[in-house]
């Protein structure tokens, strides 16, 4: 990840580290309520990661649950 594409979150910009960390690839794609996404590469799975999510703390709970399901595809 690019300096700067930091998640304004901080609970989420967390998760998006420790996701970045397990092998997942998290990619900067903004449009009108993402700011990106998560995919795990070798089974193609993605998980959305909006801006402005109801709750940061959800948000963050979600991709931790990718973060885990997805830990032993790389
Ligand atoms: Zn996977």
């Known amino acids: 990840m690019a300096p700067g594409d ?4 901080k609970d989420v910009e967390a998760a998006l580290k ?4 397990a092998g ?3 990619t900067r794609k903004q449009n009108r309520h993402n700011w990106g996404f998560i ?11 909006y801006c402005t ?3 940061a703390g ?3 709970r979600d991709i931790d649950r ?3 399901r997805h830990t032993n595809c790389a």
């Open 6 to 9: 930091k998640h304004q979150k």
């Open 66 to 68: 990718f973060t885990r």
């Open 58 to 60: 959800d948000l963050a």
């Open 39 to 49: 995919l795990c590469c070798p089974c193609d799975a993605d998980i959305a990661v």
């Open 53 to 55: 999510p109801r709750s």
């Open 24 to 26: 997942l690839k998290v």
């Open 18 to 21: 420790r996701a970045e960390k």
